[in-house]
């Protein structure tokens, strides 16, 4: 059953008379749908180019919280081998709404740390929807650390609405835990790389992303507050997303131009749920090339490069 | 007010502008309600006499009280690039920034000097909150990093007074890549060894605080400010439950082990001496009436830093 965001409705209709065209003849034998289906099919086709063509910033934000888009866990289980889960921050708990652990990439040892948002409401509530707290952080920076240590890349994966805004969250200390996530992510001297798959949601994508090289998926989004949080700020109307989603320059293409994401991963048409065979491969191939970009460097080279295009950042503009 | 060149400006300059003001112009505090003559709540930095509460200070009046005798050379911040998303809300971001450099006089959220505290010399940066909301963009960014290369390069501490509902919404992408550009500057001053003093003060939220705000090798609060990521409205919101009473303030933070110390702003001046002096080995301060330092402070002999 496929999860149809609002403006995909036309879409949902075609696809459903297909669907069902094909149901009647499985009912009735001899019935001849073939030609039929077909020619919906071609249609849907068409109708998904012609949508995933020309996205509105909001609607890319809608692709990238879809339901239904790989996550964190599926990138892991399909492109890592020998993954071990590492859990903990040595000092309060375990946060689910981040994975991460040691894993070989292409037989390389390699740390993977991730927001993992859940994909049903049972793994959703355990994972708080992606929405990390100190702990999540806390074990991140262990992880990069553990990193450092013994010599492995580390590869983030971004995937989270925001840094979760509870109580217990502030009173451990979110803020402080982030900034030490981003400081421990330019201090570690082995290559880092960063993939947005689905949202980066502010701070708490910074605390995983400032990295050597960030890719971001086609259709993913990166943005200092949500188009909802800075519409009902700036507009005084959470209703005028669509307009803060265009204002705020949160897609990978802008991004590419802002000088933020050093490259666009394709998707396939209709979004990465769509062919997550495809995504993942695509993701694999982008990690690999990011990792050989930085085959051979030195610890502080790596170091001073991340730096170095951190304080460079922003300088140019759109320009960029 | 001209804030294109360096200057400094010593204190008398101060005392005059001060003298502008109606005689009798009278405020009320935002807290106990007393009402204050305008002239004894500058006396008292914006501390209200009556029950303590600390109103709003520009950073411009922070540093003449700062400062040995109110003297301090502004620090130039390298311009970034104006309005670089092109970004339009209800109204377009040059025309905020234009209202809100009319409202304060200054150029943008956040001022550096270098002086002379208790004769021990430092780089100093302070947050507008009066300037859009103190908000983070680039120019604050640009600031910071400025602040750390000036105290790297004169081998002075930084103390950095933070202030900012957060992030600047109207540079997108850009004001959240602040985040690792400041802390870039704060890693140039702890190479170094050079120490990095946040006071934090009302209020302090969002990015800034999850950033440099939260790096400082001494962490010190203004009494009551409200210092936290996610506001208190936003998490009422989303645990749809009451926030104790002082939840996410500078009292709360100490207690949860997330601050060194919480300091009346009357008394910080002292403070940040003694520790400055403690950790650049200085010898003890010389308390009393210093007289200023001469007009080129900047040129004095520098401290090294601690190894
Ligand atoms: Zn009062």
């Known amino acids: ?320 | 007010m001209n804030w294109i060149t360096n200057y400094v400006r010593p204190r008398i300059n101060s005392i005059f502008s001060r003298r502008e003001v109606p005689e009798n112009l009278w405020s009320k505090c935002d807290s106990c309600g007393t009402m204050l003559f305008h002239r004894e709540i500058s006396d008292n930095l914006n501390v209200c006499s009556e029950c303590g509460h600390h109103m709003h200070i520009t950073p411009r009046d922070r540093f003449l009280a700062l400062f040995d005798g109110g003297v301090f050379s502004e620090i130039d911040v390298p311009e970034p690039l104006t309005d670089p998303l092109q970004f339009r809300d209800q109204k377009k971001y040059p025309e905020r920034m234009k209202a809100a450099q009319k409202g304060t006089g200054e150029k943008e959220a956040m001022l550096v000097a270098a002086g002379e505290i208790g004769r021990t010399p430092v780089v100093c940066a302070a947050q507008d909150f009066s300037f859009m909301g103190g908000s983070m963009g680039m120019y604050v960014g640009n600031a910071i990093v400025k602040a750390a290369e000036e105290a790297v390069r004169l081998g002075r501490p930084l103390i950095l007074f933070s202030a900012a509902g957060g992030a600047r919404m109207q540079e997108g992408i850009l004001s959240l890549m602040q985040m690792p550009r400041s802390t870039v500057a704060i890693q140039m001053l702890k190479e170094k060894n050079l120490p990095y003093i946040v006071v934090l003060t009302h209020p302090t939220t969002g990015g800034v605080t999850a950033s440099y705000a939260m790096l400082g090798d001494i962490q010190i609060a203004e009494p009551n400010a409200l210092i936290c990521f996610a506001g208190p409205r936003v998490i009422e919101q989303t645990i749809r439950e009451k926030l104790p009473e002082g939840f996410q303030r500078a009292e709360y933070l100490l207690d949860h082990g997330m601050l060194d110390r919480v300091t009346d702003r009357r008394k910080l001046r002292e403070e940040l001496i003694v520790i400055c002096r403690q950790l650049m080995k200085m010898p003890p301060p010389t308390w009393g009436d210093l007289p200023a330092p001469g007009p080129d402070e900047a040129k004095m002999p520098q401290t090294k830093p601690a190894k």
């Not at chain 1, 075609?14 to 009912?27: P, Q, V, W």
């Open chain 1, 1 to 320: 059953m496929t999860h149809y965001l609002d403006f995909e409705k036309p879409l949902a209709e075609i696809e459903g008379k297909a669907e069902e065209l094909r149901a009647l003849a499985r009912d009735n034998e001899g019935m001849d749908v073939a030609s039929e289906a077909a020619a919906l099919d071609a249609k849907a086709q068409a109708m998904l180019k012609d949508l995933y063509g020309k996205l509105t910033p909001w609607r890319k934000c809608q692709v990238a919280r879809h339901p239904e888009r790989p996550h964190c866990k599926d990138y892991i289980e399909a492109l890592f081998t020998e993954y071990m889960p590492l859990a903990g921050d040595r000092n309060f708990a375990d946060d689910h709404a981040v994975m991460g652990g040691t894993a070989r990439f292409n037989d390389m040892p390699v740390v993977v740390i991730g927001h993992e948002k859940g994909n049903d409401t049972q793994s959703r509530l355990d994972r708080n929807f992606g929405m990390a707290r100190p702990e999540g952080y806390r074990k991140a920076v262990r992880l990069m650390e553990m990193a450092d240590k013994f010599g492995l890349p580390v590869i983030t994966l971004i995937d989270t609405p925001g840094a979760y805004p509870g109580k217990g969250a502030e009173e451990r200390g979110q803020s402080e835990a982030i900034a030490r996530s981003t400081e421990k992510c330019l201090q570690i001297g082995v290559p880092l790389v960063s993939v947005v798959i689905g949202e980066g949601g502010s701070g708490g994508a910074v605390a995983f992303a400032t990295a050597n090289r960030v890719a971001m998926l086609e259709h993913s989004v990166y943005s200092v507050i949500s188009p909802e949080g800075c519409a009902s700020i700036l507009w005084k109307d959470s209703d005028k997303m669509r307009e803060a989603a265009e204002a705020l320059r949160l897609t990978a293409q802008d991004l590419i131009k802002l000088g933020v994401a050093d490259r666009v991963i394709p998707e396939p048409l209709g979004g990465a749920h769509r062919d997550r065979a495809v995504v993942i491969a695509n993701v694999g191939k982008a990690i690999a090339g990011m990792l050989e970009e930085m085959d051979g460097h030195k610890a502080k080279d790596l170091i001073r490069a991340r730096r170095q295009k951190f304080l460079s950042m922003g300088s140019k503009g759109l320009a960029a």
